[in-house]
């Protein structure tokens, strides 16, 4: 009679190997939900950019075209935006960040179709037809805070020394203070459009 119970009792070996399964399975779950719960993370996310944590929408109204026209926030949805706003005429170093910002989209390769590059102005541009030729794709807009303009100056800091993603629903999500860090905007920029659920 023991000979038959010894014969059905489970193996140690394969109780070892079940054991063992099982912790693997757990163990991320147990280990990520004390780090979530202790508070901890990482000290850098894969961005490049300041991630804006408060929302901030564009303003419905207050651009202008270069040549006076109104220029609806409408047109500027459903597509992915790149924006330089400033507070001065576009000079030497608002035009370099330009030329950084083509680069950056023609790096896009196949999906430069779903960004635009802006030009945002408190002031008219005096070189406007010399930018316009120089820079075919640019949607240049100008915002007088005597026509609404100063709640696009609240939502964009108009310093001209940062660049702005919008995504395409009107929604401002990441900034870039650094003039030269257009290599991490490409980055963050293809990761955004890979990931996308907005086409």
């Given at each position: 009679m023991s000979s038959i119970a010894s014969d059905f009792s489970p193996n140690?070996?394969?109780?070892?190997?079940?054991?063992?399964?099982?912790?693997?399975?757990f163990l991320p779950f147990i280990v990520g939900s004390g780090l979530f719960w202790s508070g901890w993370r990482p000290e850098r996310f894969g961005n490049h950019g300041e991630l804006l944590q408060t929302p901030r929408v564009l303003p419905e109204s207050g651009l202008r075209h270069a040549d006076g026209r109104p220029l609806p926030t409408s047109e500027l949805r459903g597509k992915w935006l790149l924006a330089l706003?400033?507070?001065?005429?576009?000079?030497?170093?608002?035009?370099?960040?330009l030329q950084q910002m083509q680069q950056v989209?023609?790096?896009?390769?196949?999906?430069?179709t779903r960004l635009r590059r802006v030009l945002i102005s408190s002031v008219a541009e005096p070189a406007a037809a010399d930018l316009q030729g120089r820079f075919p794709d640019l949607v240049m807009a100008l915002a007088p805070a005597a026509q609404?303009?100063?709640?696009?100056?609240?939502?964009?800091?108009?310093?001209?020394?940062?660049?702005y993603i919008v995504d395409p629903l009107g929604n401002v999500m990441m900034r870039y203070a650094d003039p030269?860090?257009?290599?991490?905007?490409?980055?963050?920029?293809?990761?955004l459009l890979k990931y996308s659920w907005i086409r």
């Amino acid at each position: 009679m023991s000979s038959i119970a010894s014969d059905f009792s489970p193996n140690r070996p394969a109780r070892r190997t079940l054991l063992a399964l099982v912790a693997v399975f757990f163990l991320p779950f147990i280990v990520g939900s004390g780090l979530f719960w202790s508070g901890w993370r990482p000290e850098r996310f894969g961005n490049h950019g300041e991630l804006l944590q408060t929302p901030r929408v564009l303003p419905e109204s207050g651009l202008r075209h270069a040549d006076g026209r109104p220029l609806p926030t409408s047109e500027l949805r459903g597509k992915w935006l790149l924006a330089l706003p400033v507070n001065a005429a576009c000079a030497t170093a608002c035009q370099q960040q330009l030329q950084q910002m083509q680069q950056v989209h023609i790096a896009l390769n196949k999906e430069q179709t779903r960004l635009r590059r802006v030009l945002i102005s408190s002031v008219a541009e005096p070189a406007a037809a010399d930018l316009q030729g120089r820079f075919p794709d640019l949607v240049m807009a100008l915002a007088p805070a005597a026509q609404g303009g100063e709640a696009w100056h609240e939502v964009l800091d108009g310093s001209g020394q940062a660049v702005y993603i919008v995504d395409p629903l009107g929604n401002v999500m990441m900034r870039y203070a650094d003039p030269g860090n257009m290599r991490g905007v490409l980055k963050d920029l293809e990761r955004l459009l890979k990931y996308s659920w907005i086409r």
